[in-house]
Structures are given as structure tokens and as C-alpha cells.
């Protein structure tokens, strides 16, 4: 695990940063060709250690609160770009579902990615959606797709590792086939169940119960006034979508096809999945307009503009996008309080963060990252150094691999806490080994957290939400 991860690090962390930079379109595709092709490997190493885990039965699980309505609207807006372009992907979450579990996210996510990584991957056009609502004492989550489907005498191997439903689907497709045997796995081992509903030809659907009782009921939003009017198919998932959030959220809402006009029905705004039809509607609609597109399918600046007023969102839509998406665009004045606000206040900083990290690469890697994320670095080169650099500065935070030569980061740990003169600085662990064992043995050394190796800039700026909050100063 440490001999793959550090270099996997070190190149994803480089790619990340190059796609912050000037990049024309085809660099900017190459690289993020090269990055997504990264993350595949991550994904696979993690699924191989998992069925390791199982089998020496070591899988522990996390029973937190979290949000998971958001975890699948968060997984299914990372994977769209898995999506053919003619596949509408949707979340349709129950509108009562709670705000908060109980159960272990990151395993839940793995059950989740998986599943709809392997519905987009089988499925060239029509839908793919993920459902999620109460079942019994716990939750079900489905995935819908109008794929080829599985033939009955597949489906009973399925679920096995290295399995998948027919030679011919590896050629075409590609994949381990680790995916749904790992998903199988996690929904046993939280005590749940994995069904499968399918035939040849005519999609797939998959029903995980999973036993994550309620923490927290849902609250709802503050309620919008005004009337949409959706101009879309009434099979697609933008309609069944907008028909279950937005009578909740107090809007007026129809659904008119393509072909129909819009004289005199006056709505305050407009949403479609048709860019079609936005020059047809214009001269006769002076709404504002939510053009809803797949992924990397942006109308050009120069369309946008002589269509204005006109936003675009890329599906899958989250509810809360949507919301504030329609809350702008129906109390403009809003955003003119919300503007002078952001004007008054200066930058947000964050502090002083202590890297403690001897491969050169991956130093550069979490620098560029944590100077984007507005801290001050100073970089050490092992344990040593590091009690050093306490010396002699003030440090908001440590991020500190654990394996360097003269001394390691468990050691460099025991000695900061030893000493009893930074009780309340925060350790992070930086680590390759992605064994359980891993996490207990960093905090028995003093530790405040864990992150590892390879992680993305999203992962790190949760972490330094969480230990090192950014201040405004006014």
C-alpha cells in the first residue's frame, strides 16, 4: 500500500495542480484525461484492500451522523462525467428524508460510487437515477438504468469477485468486475442486503437496504413564491425531479413539452434541458432561464449572453444548488445585499501550517495545494526538523508524514506531547499505509487526525475546516 500510494500521490497532487493553471482546451483535456485515469488506479487499490480486509475479517465500521442525501448527490456530480451524453443523470432523494444518519460515510460512498459507476459504465443513453428514501428501520438506495441489463443466468454470479456478466462485456466495457462483489460485501457487513432486478436488454436496477437509522429530521427550507415552468419530456428526470422538490418549497410549477407555447402563462422562471429551444423562446419569453446540461455541454459565452437573462446548471442537480439557483433568480435584490456584504469584508486567511514531509514531490504537491487553500507554509524535511521549527515559530497546524528517515512522524508526535508545551496544536497524520491498523497507531502517538495518501485538495480543505477554520477580518 505505502509503495503505490506515495508515488500515486505525488503524481495526482502534481496533475490537480496543473489544472489550476492557464491551460488551453486541448491541455486541459489531456490532463484531466490523465488524472481521471489516476483516480481509476486509487479506486482499484482501495477495492483490493478492502477484499483483503474482508477476508481477514479486519473491515471495522464507523457509526457517526452524516449528511446522506448530500454524500450521493456529491458522489453522483464527481461520476457524471462517466456519463454518455445522452444519459440523463438524476438524484431523486425523498424530500422528507432526514438530514442526518447514523453509519459509517465512507463505506456508505464505496456502496454508492460503485454502484453508479457500473450503471453509467453499462448504460449509453436514456437514464440512470439514484433513489434514496426511508425503508423500515433504515434506508434504501436504488440505481436505475435503461443499460443492457444482466441475463437471469449472470445474475447469480454477479456479485463475485472478478465476475462480470459475459466475456463480451469485458471486452466492450472494460473493468476488474471488483466493484459489485465489494458492494455486496459492505451491505452484509452492515447488515443490510444487495437485490438485484434486471434482464437482458432492458436496464438494471439495484436495491441496497442498509440498517442507518435517523439522527436528525429534515427542516424545511424558507419558503420561494413564484411560478416555474418546465419545458422537458415528461418521462425524464428533470420532470420527476422538479415535480417533487419545488411544490414543497412553495413554487407554482408545470411541465410543458417542447413543442408548446408559452403565451400567457407569464412564469418567473424557466427551466429546460432543451437548448434547442431556447432561440424559439426567447422573443416570446422574457423569464429568466435555467438551462439544465450534461456535463461539459455549457453553451458558449457568446449564446449565453444573447440569451440573458439565462443560467446553466449541469445535471445531476442538488437540491440545494437548485434552491439558492431559484432563490436568486427570483428575489434578484438578494443578491445586491449579499454582493455589498462580500465587498465589505477582505480576504479570508487561514494560518501557519508546519509540512513535515521528506519526498520533494510530494512537498511541492501539498504546498501548491495548502498555498491555494490561503495558509503559509513552512516545510521540514523529517521529525528532527520539525521540533526545530516549533522552536523558533507559532504553528496553527502539522501535517506529518509518518515514514522519514532520522525520525519518523510517530516519534516526532510523542515528543510534541511529551513535552506539554503545544497541548492544543493539532497533528495530522500523512500517510500510504491505508490499513486500519494505521489510524489507531497514529493517535496512540499523539495525533489529532488522519489523512491519506493520495488525497485531493477537496479532502484537505474538509480537514483544515475542521482543525484550522478561516477568519475574515473586517
Not at 433504515?138 to 443492457?148: L, S
Not at 427550507?221 to 425531479?241: D, H
Not at 422538479?242 to 407569464?266: A, H, M, N, T, V
Not at 515514514?403 to 510517530?410: A, C, F, K, S
Request: one cysteine or more.
Amino acid at each position: 500500500s505505502h509503495e503505490i500510494r506515495t508515488p500515486l500521490n505525488g503524481l495526482l497532487g502534481m496533475i490537480a495542480l496543473s489544472l489550476d493553471g492557464p491551460l488551453n482546451a486541448e491541455q486541459q483535456q489531456q490532463l484531466s484525461i490523465a488524472h481521471d485515469s489516476g483516480k481509476v488506479l486509487v479506486e482499484l487499490l482501495n477495492d483490493i484492500l478492502d477484499l483483503s480486509k474482508f477476508d481477514a475479517g479486519q473491515l471495522e465500521l464507523e457509526h457517526i451522523p452524516f449528511d446522506l442525501g448530500s454524500l450521493i448527490e456529491d458522489t453522483a456530480n464527481l461520476l457524471s462525467q462517466n456519463a454518455a451524453a445522452s444519459v440523463e443523470l438524476t438524484c431523486l432523494i425523498d424530500p422528507h428524508f432526514p438530514a442526518l444518519v447514523l453509519g459509517d460515510p465512507t463505506r456508505v460512498r464505496q456502496i454508492v460510487s460503485n454502484l453508479l459507476s457500473n450503471a453509467l459504465k453499462f448504460t449509453r443513453f436514456g437514464r440512470v437515477d439514484v433513489r434514496l428514501s426511508m425503508f423500515e428501520d433504515g434506508v434504501r438506495i436504488e440505481v436505475c438504468d435503461t443499460g443492457i441489463g444482466i441475463a437471469q443466468d449472470a445474475q447469480v454470479k454477479i456479485f463475485q469477485p472478478f465476475t462480470q456478466a459475459g466475456a463480451g462485456i469485458t471486452r466492450q466495457f472494460g473493468g476488474t468486475g471488483l466493484g459489485l462483489a465489494l458492494t455486496y460485501n459492505l451491505c452484509e457487513v452492515m447488515q443490510g442486503r444487495l437485490t438485484i432486478s434486471s434482464e437482458a436488454g432492458f436496464g438494471s436496477q439495484f436495491c441496497a437496504d442498509l440498517p442507518l437509522p435517523c439522527h436528525t429530521r429534515a427542516l424545511a427550507p424558507a419558503t420561494l413564491q413564484g411560478k416555474v415552468i418546465a419545458i422537458t419530456a415528461a418521462s425524464s428526470g428533470l420532470a420527476e425531479l422538479l415535480k417533487s422538490l419545488l411544490p414543497g418549497w412553495g413554487l407554482e410549477y408545470q411541465q410543458r413539452s417542447i413543442d408548446d407555447s408559452l403565451i400567457g402563462l407569464d412564469p418567473d422562471v424557466v427551466i429546460t434541458d432543451c437548448p434547442e429551444c431556447l432561440f424559439v423562446l426567447r422573443p416570446t419569453c422574457t423569464a429568466p432561464i435555467l438551462l439544465v446540461t450534461a456535463y461539459g455541454s455549457f453553451l458558449p459565452s457568446e449564446e449565453a449572453s444573447a440569451l440573458a437573462p439565462l443560467q446553466q446548471q449541469a445535471r445531476p442537480l442538488a437540491r440545494n444548488a437548485l434552491y439558492q439557483t431559484l432563490r436568486r433568480m427570483l428575489q434578484p435584490e438578494i443578491n445586491t445585499i449579499n454582493d455589498a456584504r462580500l465587498d465589505a469584508l477582505s480576504p479570508r486567511r487561514r494560518g501557519r501550517v508546519l509540512l513535515v514531509e521528506d519526498n520533494p514531490v510530494n512537498q511541492l504537491v501539498a504546498k501548491g495545494m495548502l498555498g491555494k487553500l490561503g495558509c503559509e507554509v513552512i516545510v521540514a524535511a523529517h521529525g528532527g526538523e520539525a521540533l526545530d521549527q516549533l522552536e523558533h515559530r507559532e504553528f496553527d497546524l502539522v501535517l506529518m508524514d509518518c515514514n522519514m528517515p532520522v525520525m519518523d512522524g510517530y516519534e516526532a508526535s510523542r515528543q510534541i506531547r511529551r513535552s506539554g508545551r503545544w497541548p492544543q496544536l493539532p497533528i495530522v497524520a500523512l500517510t500510504a499505509n491505508a490499513m486500519s491498523e494505521e489510524r489507531e497507531r497514529c493517535r496512540a502517538a499523539g495525533m489529532s487526525d488522519y489523512l491519506a495518501k493520495p488525497f485531493r485538495r477537496e479532502e484537505l480543505a474538509a480537514l483544515l475546516d475542521l482543525w484550522m477554520p478561516t477568519t475574515t477580518v473586517l
